[in-house]
């Protein structure tokens, strides 16, 4: 394996996919109140994408495109995103689901009970939750391919 | 009961996790500001913690629960439902005892930390997984919920071995990374079988609902195995031998500031231990199996512990090994204390009375329980002032240190003032607690006692030898060695006081701290039950 | 068709041989597939409490009227145990190469300046 | 010795698993599901969603997964501490 990547097969086909992959992961998290998925599930299909990136161009081919500090940052916000969501419901209980069910423009849908086709736009905190653990599980998991993956090809060469 | 209270047991997890994600984005803006932040956090916390305790030793004594989401805070049950659906916290007077350690251990940890670590890299880090730890401490002290328990445990594990293995450069911190965090997981791994394994029989996670059914249908074939798979993996989490491999290594091998946390960290696993043990199991027929099965593990750690801190040459090693023989002592405390509850509950009498009349048993578990806070302390205090020490010298290895004392006046009285204290020296607080446990193991077996006493004796004379020559004697060497900064000294002065105040006036804290929380473990059970399940 | 706790009896192997594979190999990459193999069959086990026989996933969407539901709760855990496992895997893996860094070793009786 | 004591730890902790694993209630019959049930009957009433894993996981055990986003989070950091940039004087071997 050169420092450059992998063949050229696997990175072709790879230029094919990982658009694929990453819309695939924000559909599983966007619909994840409504079909198996959410926002671990999602936020995981996205980070796999990123990984076969790293894998078929190396470290150095996405350089420009996947910045560490960017990606640890963007954990955090989604990290504080997701407390501070919890923390929303405060007035009641922590982790309260202030929106589901009140009728606002938000997610506030109601569902009516027994199998259904499902509304998008209601499970107030939930959607927004998914979100929250989406951009966190993708970055995250990103970030430590990366590193792993810089660390280990620094190994090789020493 | 005013807001914040209501709401201090969520803050003391949430908080921390706010400090602990908002710290490496502080950090970009520079050390000083990262280091106000965090200091403002643990702060919070420590205050949050006292605000907690203050709200429940002034009150009645009844557990609070506090549950996540649903109609509101106070309601455990939906209507017309028998099982608690949400996960809740349920504060009763161990919890809030074992949180005012914690917080302890915390502030003065964190505190120290900012001059040990000013000239080192990946500070933001350093601190985040500081508070992550202490998040994770405080959410399995709070916690009513099995699984919500194993959560936190995980948490623990991964903070703690991310710190064990920060200073890289080292090459034993990282064999002890690894070596840690394989045992932490298989522990984690146990609980989280014995977990499984309860939900397959009880369809529930919460800790008092699962004691009822517990209560009501007797202990099955399944519960027992889970009360094994809970025993040996809580055990392995808290360092007891034989499965402290990984205790000295951790300690010996995280920055110092860190493995004053970690000692709360096993404590932890100890209160989960305690909890499974009076609360989850506290009837039934096993009782005394249980009780003997701890005094054996306390036995064998005090002995083992002491034995192997004869040996060592490396100042945190030592420590560390005075460390794991502590724990035997809280093992011991309450191991007396869980064979003659065996042995009342057997005989019908009443718990509640027993307590106000001072049974051996219910003073046992006030030694065992005291002697965390006390431990807690003065290991803290050493691990600490051990710092200081190689910070100053550059090396740990007790053989080449010497005269110390001549430019590190004060770390070398803190130093002496926490090895006294660990090895139960009247005027400190070591004696206070071990003077409960030695008294009450005596009534059960004068064995006990004995190797209660001839142990801290000799860990007596491994400390007073390693004093003795690191400190005293003369300068070998080491010209360039300055007194620790002012930053560091202050956390050590607070732990030093916090020692001395707890020996002097052991009568006070007993009655007021202590004794609150061996009442919760020794007839508390049916109030935790009843606090989430009604009736009671 | 009945199994009777067949099922259980799987799991509880595959924890077997994770174990096995963490106490006698010697490699540290291999302790680490044996923690994997461990945790794998703790979900295993965790996600099969909560089958009803004849049960379908618990999702409305698009559900058939009247039909039994498996448990949900053994799945959300499930779901958590997992991730922590990705995580612990992930920082075991670091330490190994870290390991091998400082000793240029992966093997566990070469390693061993923590004795005693 | 130190191997045959890991033998027989290993054996004991395997015929405890499989006692464990044989005394279970059979596959597929759950003893007491009236939490399940009341998660599986309520949740699109009390929480607006069709899907009842992400009702519990994000609603009855919210507090769970922010301790599960918080493993995440805490391995992330761990990772990256170990991969950090050293400074100059961070020497190998250094105890300090």
Known sequence: ?158 | ?536 | ?116 | MRKVALLVAFLFVSAFLLLAATSMRPFGTPNDAAMDDYFISSAQGEVAVNNVVTAVVFDYRGFDTLGEATVLFTAVIAVLSLFRKLKEDEQWGDER
């Open chain 2, 1 to 536: 009961m005013n807001t914040l209270a209501i709401h201090a047991p969520v803050l003391l997890v949430a908080v921390p996790l706010l400090g602990a994600f908002a710290t490496p984005l502080v950090g970009k803006l520079g050390q000083r500001a990262r280091n106000v932040f965090v200091g403002l956090i643990v702060a919070v916390t420590a205050a949050l913690a006292g605000l907690l305790a203050a709200d429940f030793f002034a009150g009645t004594g009844a557990p609070s629960v506090y549950v996540m989401g649903g109609q509101g805070w106070s309601i455990p049950l939906p209507s017309g439902m028998a099982v608690p659906i949400r996960i809740l916290f349920e504060v009763d007077g161990m919890s809030a005892f074992m949180t005012l350690i914690t917080a302890l251990v915390t502030l003065a940890g964190a505190y120290f930390s900012f001059s040990y670590w000013r000239e080192r890299s990946g500070g933001n880090m350093y601190f985040s997984l500081l508070l992550l730890l202490t998040a994770g401490i405080f959410g399995m002290e709070l916690t009513g919920d099995m699984f919500n328990f194993f959560v936190f445990l995980e948490i623990t594990s991964i903070a703690a071995c991310g710190l064990i293995g920060f200073r890289v450069w080292l090459k034993r911190s990282q064999e002890a990374g690894f070596k840690v965090m394989t045992l932490y997981t298989l522990s984690g791994l146990f609980v989280l079988l014995a977990v499984a394994l309860l939900y397959g029989q009880h369809g529930a996670l919460n800790m008092g609902y699962i004691a009822s059914q517990i209560g009501t249908l007797g202990v099955t074939l399944i519960d027992k195995i889970a009360l094994g798979l809970l025993l040996t993996g809580l055990a392995m989490k808290a360092g007891a031998v034989p499965l402290h491999m990984w205790a000295p290594d951790a300690y010996g091998e995280a920055p110092a500031p860190t493995s004053a946390v970690l000692v709360a960290n096993s404590q932890a696993s100890l209160y989960g231990l305690f909890r499974v043990l009076f609360t989850l199991f506290g009837i039934g027929t096993s009782l005394s199996t249980n009780g003997w099965i701890l005094i054996v593990f306390a036995v064998l750690t005090i002995f083992v512990g002491v034995t192997l801190a004869l040996v060592q040459s490396d100042i945190k090693r030592l420590i560390a090994y005075g460390a794991v023989s502590q724990i035997g002592y809280m093992l011991l405390g309450v191991g007396v204390g869980l064979v003659r509850r065996a042995s009342l509950v057997a005989g019908g009498a009443s718990l509640g009375a027993q307590a106000d009349a001072l049974d051996y048993g219910f003073v046992a578990m006030q030694g065992g329980i005291f002697h965390m806070l006390n431990d807690a302390a003065c290991i803290g205090l050493l691990f600490l002032a051990a710092g200081a020490v190689t910070r100053a010298s550059g090396t740990r290895n007790l053989e080449k240190m010497g005269g110390l004392a001549h430019r590190m006046k004060w770390t070398s009285v803190f130093f002496i003032i926490g090895a006294f204290a660990l090895a139960g020296v009247p005027p400190f607080n070591g004696f206070a607690s071990k003077l409960l446990i030695y008294e009450a193991s005596f009534k059960l077996s004068p064995f006990l006692s004995v190797i209660a006493i001839l142990s801290s004796i000799m860990l007596l004379a491994v400390f007073v030898k390693a004093f003795q020559g690191a400190f005293m004697g003369t300068m070998r060497g080491l010209d360039s060695v300055e007194e620790a900064p002012f930053g560091m000294l202050l956390p050590m002065a607070v732990l030093a006081l916090v020692v001395i105040a707890f020996g002097l006036f052991p009568g006070f804290f007993v009655d007021h701290i202590v004794t609150p929380a061996a009442k919760a473990l020794w007839y508390g059970r049916d109030a935790y039950i009843g606090a989430i399940l009604g009736g009671g």
């Open chain 1, 1 to 158: 394996m050169n420092q450059n990547g992998m063949s050229v097969i696997v990175r072709t086909v790879t230029r094919l996919i990982y658009g694929l992959a990453i819309v695939f992961g924000f559909y599983v998290i966007m619909h994840g109140h409504l079909t198996p998925g959410g926002g671990f599930q999602g936020g995981a299909i996205v980070a796999s994408a990123f990984a076969l990136l790293l894998v078929a161009f190396g470290a150095a081919g996405v350089k420009g495109r996947l910045n560490k500090k960017i990606l640890q940052s963007l954990e955090e916000v989604g990290a504080l995103a997701f407390l501070g969501l919890a923390f929303a419901g405060i007035g009641t209980a922590f982790f309260y689901n202030l929106l589901a069910g009140s009728g606002s423009f938000l997610f506030g849908a109601s569902v009516a009970t027994g199998p259904n086709s499902g509304i998008f736009n209601a499970g107030g905190v939930v959607p927004l939750m998914n979100w929250a653990v989406g951009l966190k599980v993708m970055t995250g998991i990103a970030c430590i391919v990366i590193v792993m993956l810089v660390g280990a090809r620094k190994e090789e060469t020493e």
């Open chain 3, 1 to 116: 068709m009945n199994v009777g706790n067949f099922p259980f009896v799987i799991a509880a192997l595959l924890v077997a041989f994770g174990l096995y594979a963490l106490l006698f190999k010697r490699n540290l990459i291999k302790m680490v597939i044996g923690v994997s193999l461990v945790e794998t069959g703790v979900n295993l086990f965790l996600v099969m409490l909560g089958y009803r026989a004849g049960g379908e996933a618990p999702i409305y969407t698009f559900a058939n009227a009247g039909q039994k539901m498996v448990l949900p709760t053994p799945q959300a855990l499930t779901l958590t145990s997992i991730v922590i496992g990705l995580a612990t895997t992930a920082l075991l893996l670091s330490f190994a190469v870290f390991v091998h860094r400082h000793y240029g070793t992966l093997d566990v009786r070469k390693i061993k300046e923590l004795r005693g």
